[in-house]
């Protein structure tokens, strides 16, 4: 995603910003012949100045990330939020499992359930799921009844040196109880752990976006 820039020793801001705006400015002059052009940047590049006085227009999207320590992340959560992890853990339990059949057939299940349509085919699917896995860049968390062992959510979190992202969850219906949130619980608490930031991703479309942050 965007540009990786070594600082090397300029720390201060405003060094920081003039060493940023020289590399801009050096990688816009040398850009091929183009009719459109688009990059993503990370959060953390906060500077396209360069980009703006060259004629450039961007677009802000907004997502929610959580930077608490993992001890304290219980007492972040909404009293609501409390309850619902607290009242699945009692009778489900969460842990990793990389299982991509699993996963399918769950996703396919609450697909059917909803009478909704899939975007991209399992055959995509397992070609991005399998590259995740194999290079160790993500973990999917699988909630399933103590009991009987039976899969109710699923959480496929992806994760970089300083990150971790939400891309993929599933789960089905149950008017008694939902275990998503004790699911998503999980999956953040190991990326603090870890000492990543938890970034929920794809926060842009509404309902998400309220989830999110109700939670």
């Known amino acids: 995603l965007g540009l990786w820039i070594d600082y090397g020793s300029r720390a201060a801001v405003g060094k920081r910003e003039s060493f940023e705006d020289m590399i801009v400015q050096h990688i816009i002059d040398r ?15 906060q500077n396209w100045q360069q980009f703006y006085r060259n004629g450039f227009q961007q677009t802000t999207r907004y997502s929610y990330c959580i930077h608490s320590s993992a001890d304290a992340l219980m007492q972040s959560v909404s009293s609501g939020g409390r309850w619902e992890i607290r009242s ?13 059949d699993s996963y399918w057939m769950l ?62 969850n599933t789960f089905l219906e149950n008017s008694s109880k ?35 942050s109700q939670k």
Request: hydrophobic fraction near 40%; include cysteine.
């Open 31 to 45: 850009l091929p012949p183009y009719d459109y052009f688009s990059v993503w940047f990370d959060a953390r590049f």
């Open 88 to 100: 699945a853990a009692k009778t489900h339990e969460v842990a990793i499992d990389n299982n991509i």
């Open 107 to 168: 996703f396919q299940q609450s697909f059917l359930v909803r009478k909704r349509t899939c975007s991209y085919s399992e055959a995509q699917f397992r070609k991005l799921a399998e590259a995740v896995i194999v290079n160790q860049a993500g973990n999917m968390y699988f909630c399933r009844q103590k009991d009987s062992g039976e899969v109710s959510s699923i959480a496929f979190v992806f994760h970089d040196r300083m990150r971790s992202y939400n891309m993929f």
């Open 178 to 212: 939902s275990t998503q949130p004790l699911c998503t619980y999980q999956s953040i608490y190991d990326a603090l752990s870890a000492g990543r930031v938890f970034d929920f991703e794809g926060s842009m479309i509404p309902g998400v976006a309220r989830y999110n």
